[in-house]
Structure formats: structure tokens, C-alpha cells
């Protein structure tokens, strides 16, 4: 597995490139993704949504255009692709999959496992290749998404980390700003988020 990573827009969301078997998966393609996106894919799959937010959903559609290939998105944050409730102006794209919860892809033969952790947005979701995670705005180095935005949820942002610390397995993690982890450096910080998730319901 070969990863590619740039950071765009002015929020600086990390848009990946994802080479597994020689077959690229683009995750999160935010603001001004789509050149950067084209100089660097050679075997273009599939675009992957890890949630519905405009900084990570910014060029789905010009991409979709552009490469001919298909979007996935959690069926809970499909509608922020025509609604953003962040109140910006988003190209408005259109997922040919819905993902429900926890499910497991099969795309040109590579296994992409959607892992359902909702909190801060409804359908946030982790996506694993391999022994890689790309968190979106779930887990970052040292801290979590914020779960308190529109359609954010602190009672399911408890669960969802009280969920993830209990996993035994080791995982590197890509967020979506910011510097890669890994998920027993970050178990190691989840009871300090937990209390102060907690306190807010």
C-alpha cells in the first residue's frame, strides 16, 4: 500500500491517495483537490467519503466528472452533499453507494471496511485499508472531532469513544488535519476526551 497525502483549502483537510494492488482510492477530496488529485492518480478506482462536511466533500463531484468513477458515502451524512449545514456553498455531489453503519467493500478485488463512529457528524465513519485508518474528523493526534455542530451528537461521540478504546488491534491513523498516529497513542488521551464529552451531555 502506497499513500499519498496534501493538505487543501483553507481549513487544511488531508485529501489521500490510497494505492493498494495499483488501484487508487481518493479520500476526502476537499477544497481545490481536483489538480492536485489528477497529477497523482494513474489507476483511479473509486472517491471515499469518511463524512459528509464541505471541507472533505468539496470535490466529489468535480472528480466524479473528471475520473468517471464512483462515490461512497455514509448513507447518514448523504444529505450535507446538497445541504451543508456549515452554512458554505458546496458543489453539491451526488453518491452512487450509500454506506450503512459498519460495512465491508469489495472494490476491484481490495477490501475497504467502513467503521461506523457517529458523533460528530451522524454517518462519521473511520475507513480502514489494510492496517490503516483514515479517521476523517473522528480521532486526531491528541484530540477528537468536535461534537458540537449542527447534526453533531455529544451522547453518540461518547459511544463512539468509549467503542474505539476498547479495540485491541494497532492501527495507524490518518486524520483528517493534521499529523498521522497511531491508535494506542491515542487510546492513551480517549479517557481525558471522554470525561470532557461527558461533561457537555
Not at 457528524?121 to 476523517?136: E, L, N, Y
Request: charged share 20%; glycine share 8%; proline share 5%.
Amino acid at each position: 500500500m502506497h499513500i499519498k497525502m496534501q493538505a487543501m483549502g483553507a481549513t487544511q483537510t488531508n485529501c489521500y491517495i490510497v494505492t493498494v494492488e495499483e488501484k487508487d482510492f481518493i479520500i476526502d477530496p476537499g477544497t481545490g483537490a481536483v489538480k492536485w488529485v489528477l497529477e497523482n492518480v494513474t489507476n483511479p478506482v473509486a472517491i471515499l467519503n469518511t463524512h459528509g462536511h464541505f471541507d472533505h466533500v468539496w470535490s466529489n463531484h468535480a472528480l466524479q466528472v473528471a475520473l468517471n468513477i464512483p462515490l461512497y458515502c455514509p448513507k447518514d451524512d448523504v444529505f450535507m452533499l446538497h445541504n451543508c449545514p456549515l452554512g458554505q456553498s458546496v458543489p453539491p455531489s451526488d453518491a452512487d453507494y450509500l454506506v450503512e453503519g459498519d460495512e465491508t467493500l469489495v472494490l476491484e478485488g481490495v477490501e475497504i471496511r467502513y467503521r461506523h463512529f457517529p458523533g460528530h457528524t451522524p454517518g462519521c465513519s473511520i475507513i480502514q485499508v489494510g492496517d490503516a485508518w483514515f479517521s476523517g474528523d473522528f480521532l486526531f493526534a491528541q484530540s477528537i472531532g468536535r461534537w458540537d455542530f449542527p447534526f453533531s451528537d455529544g451522547k453518540k461521540m461518547l459511544q463512539s469513544l468509549q467503542k474505539v478504546v476498547q479495540i485491541e488491534e494497532e492501527y495507524t491513523i490518518y486524520p483528517g488535519h493534521g499529523s498521522s498516529t497511531t491508535l494506542k497513542a491515542e487510546q492513551r488521551h480517549l479517557g481525558y476526551w471522554i470525561t470532557q464529552v461527558r461533561s457537555t451531555i
